[in-house]
Nanobody
Framework: QVQLVESGGGLVQPGGSLRLSCAASGNIFSIYTMGWYRQAPGKQRELVAAITSGGSTNYADSVKGRFTISRDTAKNTVYLQMNSLEPEDTAVYYC?????????WGQGTQVTVSS
């Protein structure tokens, strides 16, 4: 069983930055693809960014150039650095660990971008 705990959400003005953290319960990065998803009210959950066990990354078109996913294997933590935030980025952000059909989710952290 993998446990994921997100932190770092909050209220930020447009153009501002936040860094989300996802602490995993063990050294899983060599096995699982780690991803950040988000879900806005009335919308489906969508992939924001992911990093594979090999270190390859991919991003949603809407966040390319603004968000960066990274990981610290010594701390068993994945990060999402979010810059130039826009009101459209407002959502609950979820951390995910996935391998084949197995998926684990964190509890989510709220990000609100508003003036």
């Amino acid at each position: 069983q993998v446990q994921l705990v997100e932190s770092g959400g909050g209220l930020v003005q447009p153009g501002g930055s936040l860094r989300l953290s996802c602490a995993a319960s063990g050294n899983i990065f060599s096995i699982y693809t780690m991803g950040w998803y988000r879900q806005a009210p009335g919308k489906q959950r969508e992939l924001v960014a992911a990093i594979t066990s090999g270190g390859s990354t991919n991003y949603a078109d809407s966040v390319k150039g603004r968000f960066t996913i990274s990981r610290d294997t010594a701390k068993n933590t994945v990060y999402l650095q979010m810059n130039s935030l826009e009101p459209e980025d407002t959502a609950v952000y979820y951390c995910n660990a996935g391998r084949y059909t197995v998926n684990y989710w964190g509890q989510g952290t709220q990000v609100t971008v508003s003036s």
